[in-house]
């Protein structure tokens, strides 16, 4: 059996690293996840549009893509959205960015979904944070341009690895005195070393604890509160809506989280998925995601999503 025919889910993070420095991540199997598909089983997303863009990100690009139906009702708000991957995988194709950017824009909520460089073994923090730092910073340059929306009305959201990165940017922005996006949304996130345990003691052991040092680079990065948002104060934050997933081992950090902004006064909605485990919108088929995206765009519109 090659290396591409081995499942990397089987196999230690290092080998996963190695197979995907050289063969680059696996093409997913999924016959029906592509647009084409997705417009075919949902006919509310025949008229998004949608262009890649290359984001000029200093040391490379950002690929990114914007998705707008010119024949929705405008929401008047907009989002910067980044899909997840544990820090080594994911791609705007996957339904996680593809299938809830078209979703989202259908609603008049129009979208440009961020890529970023994954650390495979070479690229640490704050490499991948940097790439979403850069995204969203051309966004609000260019709100009229890319969503017909102010700056100020640009949100900012991701999904597991996503969400920690966009927490992570959040805390950068207020750290450098910009502005914070109009809200976040964090869609099981990962903002602690120790997702499972919402801590930030990590066992190196753990598959968790790999993922997360894989992530920082170093003991001393596991502590940064820039790379894990939990970590620091998060006075300052935009209000912030946080799902998470009643299956899912990552969510107590999520729930911790959403505590913590409440402890500090910052206006927080969570939303609990009964039924769902982590990745759950990533998989079209699966009957607790499109609640979820319900739920985000009717959070999105200014309405209260809980559970």
């Known amino acids: 059996m090659s290396d591409t025919e081995v499942d990397f889910r089987t196999l230690p993070l290092p080998e996963v690293l190695r197979l995907f420095r050289e063969n680059g991540e696996p093409s997913d199997p999924r016959p029906d996840i592509d647009t084409s598909s997705l417009k075919r089983r949902f006919p509310r997303l025949g008229n998004v549009e949608a262009r890649d863009l290359k984001i000029d990100g200093g040391v490379r690009p950002v690929p990114a893509r914007l998705y707008r139906d010119a024949s929705a009702e405008a929401c008047g708000r907009a989002l910067v959205w980044v899909h997840g991957g544990a820090f080594i995988g994911g791609h705007l194709d996957m339904p996680e960015s593809n299938w809830l950017a078209l979703e989202l824009a259908a609603q008049g909520i129009p979208v440009l979904a961020l890529d970023y460089v994954k650390c495979l073994g070479d690229v640490h923090f704050p490499e991948p944070s940097d790439d979403v730092l850069a995204g969203w910073r051309y966004a609000v340059a260019h709100t009229e341009e890319l969503f017909g929306v102010p700056a100020g009305s640009v949100l900012l959201g991701g999904a597991s690895a996503g969400g920690n990165l966009t927490a992570g940017v959040v805390a950068r922005l207020r750290d450098a005195g910009a502005g914070v996006p109009a809200g976040l949304i964090l869609v099981y996130p990962v903002v602690h070393p120790n997702g499972p345990e919402a ?67 910052i206006p927080s909605a969570l939303h609990l998925e009964r039924g769902a485990d982590h990745g759950h919108i990533n998989e079209p088929s699966d009957p607790t995601a499109l609640p979820t995206i319900a739920a985000i765009t009717k959070w999105i519109g200014g309405g209260v999503a809980t559970s």
């Open 199 to 265: 801590s930030a003691e990590v066992d190196p052991e753990s598959e968790h604890g790999h993922l997360a040092l894989n992530f920082a680079g170093s003991r001393d990065g596991l502590r940064d509160p820039h790379a894990f948002a939990a970590l620091g104060p998060v006075e300052g934050f935009p209000s912030t809506m946080i799902v998470v997933c009643e299956r899912d081992q990552l969510r107590p950090s999520g729930e911790a989280f959403a505590t913590q902004l409440g402890d500090a006064g």
